[in-house]
């Protein structure tokens, strides 16, 4: 199975500050259709889980630009330029390039 | 507006059956290939299983491999899951979720097993 592994599990920030969460895979996500499917999730405290970020990089619909995704193979990035309070919660990277699909173990965004 | 609801969850007791629903609207459902996503209480998120956009296909994570069922019922834009011999540790929010494309979650439905 393919193990993501987030570091770090927590992150304490400052409005405003800028901040990047990363996701290493233990096998390469380059799927044989050349699409890497990474993905980054927001699951703020008693909600469902909100989809940030697809295909490593593209930002879903209505989601703001400062948040951005990066990287390639087995090592990907969500940055964060300017958090604002509203993006408190636990931050979750997906892969379904492999079965079985997996998730990583979560980063909790904390505001100071 | 996209949406994706999720019922038939509750109180069950333990080697008992549920079935699942997630209602879809606001989007072409048979062109998504769909998910079934569990969190258990105070845990991350796990996957369950998944099925093609006709449905010919379908996967599923080895803790309930031989157990659940995924189907899916294109004319009325519903996804669902059979979850037969349910144990304790099945016990958890079940999210259903649009893989590809990527994008929609449902708010989830809780699923207690216990006696």
């Known amino acids: 199975d393919v193990v993501l592994t987030q570091t770090p599990p927590t992150l304490l920030a400052t409005i405003g500050q800028s901040v990047s969460i990363s996701c290493r895979s233990s096998q390469s996500l380059l799927h044989s259709n050349g699409n890497t499917y990474l993905n980054w999730l927001l699951q703020r405290t008693g909600q469902s889980p909100q989809p940030l970020i697809y295909?490593?990089?593209k930002l879903e619909s209505g989601v703001p630009n400062r948040f951005s995704g990066s990287g390639s193979g087995t090592d990907f990035t969500l940055k964060i330029s300017g958090v604002e309070a509203e993006d408190l919660g636990v931050y979750y990277c997906?892969?379904?390039?492999?079965?079985?699909?997996?998730f990583g173990s979560g980063t909790k965004l904390e505001i100071k | 507006e996209v949406q994706l609801v999720e019922s038939g969850g509750g109180l069950v007791q333990p080697g008992r059956s549920m079935k699942l629903s997630c209602a879809a609207s606001?989007?072409?459902?048979?062109?998504?290939?769909m998910a079934w996503v569990r969190q258990a209480p105070k845990k991350g998120l796990e996957w369950v299983a998944s099925?093609?956009?006709?449905?010919?296909?379908?996967y599923y994570g080895d803790s309930v491999k031989g157990r659940f069922t995924i189907s899916r019922d294109n004319a009325k834009s519903t996804l669902y899951l059979q979850m037969n011999s349910l144990r304790s540790e099945d016990t958890a929010t079940y999210y259903c979720?649009?893989?590809?494309?990527?994008?929609?979650w449902g708010q989830g439905v809780m699923v207690t097993v216990s006696s």
């Open positions: 997906m892969q379904f390039t492999h079965y079985p699909l997996t």
């Open positions: 606001g989007f072409t459902f048979s062109d998504y290939y």
């Open positions: 295909l490593v990089s």
């Open positions: 099925i093609s956009y006709e449905g010919s296909s379908t």
């Open positions: 979720a649009s893989l590809i494309p990527f994008g929609y």
